[in-house]
């Protein structure tokens, strides 16, 4: 609805180009501006409410679970169910934070959600069949799920800015009486957050705009066909900068492979643009410092990597 109602207004309304990449980017910009922070602002509510009724200190005991990978696993399959592009994760990832969870776990949310979802499946089943599609959706989760694991082990907390991720309410130990003061606790928690990073997601969505809007597919294929050995990383490192969700990057995907460009190399790149983008970056500046943005992409870019060329080396008999 919020995108057929900017449509009108750019397309029909106003009269706009729509073969315009200005045009096109400004539309991208406001839709996604509007969908992110309203998610943001009633996911964190949501989650807050329901904050009160689970104590820091049983959330934090269900989730340090007698195996540890075990709620990495739990938190990545989380992800897996969400139908978000990274920058739409980050609100959850930052809830889950204001929650007490654990850092690792939170990563492994944060990783999983846009490489892995339910209508992505579908797009897989459809394009490549479903070997394919069952082996990336295990691979995708895997990954949140080691990459968490790994980000967790490193104990990075350190690097969290405090001042957005606070511990200022202790909410074992405060009373409700009704419903609506549980309401009024969402709601405050997430104006505070709002306040803070609302700034940040708008300079990552404008990135975001531009780079989706004119970056032709052209150059991407023509880089990536003369990759050699070294051409599950490049696609890596050309997917990092871009932004897009899974299922938009999916034909491309579909057109790298026709073009004789392996299918761990093509996943690879989708995975990149997926879980890992410079907006997704310049958004989580607000949550965290700049070394651990650097560990947080080197470690899941890495896993992307190994992931890509484990395809490659199996497309004989995935294919």
Known sequence: ???????????????????????QSLNYFIYDSIKIILLLFFMIVVIGFLRTYLPQKKVKAWLNTKIPILGNFMASFFGAITPFCSCSSIPIFISFLEAGVPLGLAFSFLITSPIVNEYLFVLMFGFFGWEIAVAYVLSGILIGVISGFVLGKMKLERYIEKDLVSKKVDIKNVKYVDIRQRIDFGIKESSSIVKKIWFWILIGIAVGAVIHNFIPESTVHSILEKGGIFTVVLAVLIGIPLYGSCAAIVPIAVALF?????????????????ALSFPEAIILRRVMKLKLIAIFFGVVGLAIILTGYLFNYLQVFLI
């Open 258 to 274: 026709a073009k004789g460009v392996p299918i761990g190399t093509s996943l690879a790149f989708m995975m990149a643009v997926s």
């Open 1 to 23: 609805m919020i995108q057929s109602s900017i449509d009108w207004i750019f397309y029909g309304l106003l009269k706009l180009d729509v073969n315009s990449k200005i045009v």
